[in-house]
């Protein structure tokens, strides 16, 4: 049987977080942890799919980050989406680069953008243990994608942290690099909130996060009316940047 852990202080939260996941996959089985003792003592003995948790537990203010580390210690390869109110701002990248799937940000996002995101990571873990190794990319490489969306992106071998809709995005530009992709096209990458807005503040944070390793990235272009395209000429900021 699939076992998932909730780890989450506020019981209410649990409770939703817990009912979202049973209604959407009611096979599986929910386990709710609310402290940081008993949910290390779950890790430890426990095979989890996947587990979702959240940064604060009662009065400790990263039992989260301790969590994760454990995780990774001890039971490497299994995913964690973190739940927090921490802005999103600030602890994606720190969740990313302690190797978190995602960050979702309480109040920011409703039922249908949880499940589309639980079932993404249950869905890449899957097919990853039925798919052999990749190889490691080289860092020469100008984008590197995983595949399985387990590792962020890394553009000239630097980490770029994006959430998975954003992550999906930015595949599906550099894969038609060269062609206008839609904003059609997009709706059906972005899943839910399919409107333009939501695609255009997606692109947004996918620019951001590659200026905040190349302030001169410039290769994603808007075609006012049609979309989105990967430019053609996306590496010579950097090639110049590297000149320099």
Do not use: C
Not at 114 to 135: G, N, V
Not at 153 to 182: D, K, M
């Amino acid at each position: 049987m699939t076992k998932i852990a909730v780890i989450e202080d506020d019981q209410p939260t649990s409770n939703q977080l817990a009912g979202w996941i049973r209604a959407a996959r009611p096979e599986i089985q929910v386990d709710q942890w609310f402290n940081r003792d008993d949910a290390e003592a779950a890790l430890a003995r426990e095979d989890y799919a996947l587990v979702v948790l959240d940064i604060e537990l009662g009065r400790e203010r990263n039992a989260g980050v301790a969590l994760i580390n454990s995780i990774n210690k001890h039971r490497q390869g299994t995913p964690v989406l973190v739940v927090s109110a921490m802005p999103a701002a600030i602890y994606r990248s720190i969740m990313k680069a302690l190797d978190a799937w995602d960050y979702l940000q309480k109040t920011t996002f409703e039922e249908a953008d949880f499940i589309d995101t639980f079932l993404d990571i249950l869905r890449a873990t899957k097919h990853r243990q039925s798919e052999p190794a990749a190889d490691k990319p080289t860092a020469a490489e100008e984008l590197v994608l995983d595949p399985l969306w387990q590792r962020t992106p890394t553009w000239r071998g630097e980490r770029i942290n994006l959430p998975l809709t954003a992550q999906r995005i930015l595949a599906t530009l550099y894969q038609r690099r060269g062609e206008i992709v839609s904003y059609d096209e997009l709706f059906d990458v972005v899943k839910s909130g399919r409107n333009r807005d939501n695609v255009r503040k997606h692109v947004s944070t996918i620019r951001e996060a590659f200026r905040e390793i190349d302030p001169d990235f410039d290769g994603i272009e808007n075609v006012p009316m049609r979309g989105f395209r990967w430019s053609a000429t996306a590496a010579a900021p950097m090639a110049r940047k590297a000149a320099r």
